[in-house]
Nanobody, 130 residues
């Protein structure tokens, strides 16, 4: 089964940037590579929410309203890695960030719903102070 490992989290001041990485491994062929990769986040006491997704075949991306214009999701297929560039960070962006993968139709990938994803990384903490 595909395994996902996130990295790049940390503590920053409001207005600064971070780039998260999600490296996928343990799939035996390109056909086993999930076609939808997404980033989620979960703050203490809150539900996990979708942040961004990328439909890898076309590179189609989707963003939550709260991060639109500040965050960018991208992929490097050769490295089997997905990135989340986070700019102009705000204290409300503080959360554990998770990478997830699935085989989904394009419309479900764009919906970025946690229940549609079966493979998850262990998360990386992002803390933004004011």
């Amino acid at each position: 089964q595909v395994q996902l490992v996130e990295s790049g989290g940390g503590s920053v001041q409001a207005g600064e940037s971070l780039r998260l990485s999600c490296a996928a491994s343990r799939y035996t062929s390109s056909r086993d590579r999930p076609n939808c990769m997404a980033w989620f986040r979960q703050a203490p006491g809150k539900e996990r929410e979708g942040v961004a997704s990328i439909y890898s075949g076309e590179g189609t991306t989707n963003y939550a309203d709260a991060v639109q214009g500040r965050f960018t999701v991208s992929q490097d297929k050769a490295k089997s890695t997905v990135y989340l560039q986070m700019n102009s960070l705000k204290p409300e962006d503080t959360a554990m960030y998770y990478c997830a993968a699935a085989f989904l139709p394009k419309w479900r990938c764009s919906a970025t719903r946690p229940r549609d994803f079966g493979v998850w990384g262990s998360g990386t903490q992002v803390t933004v102070s004011s």
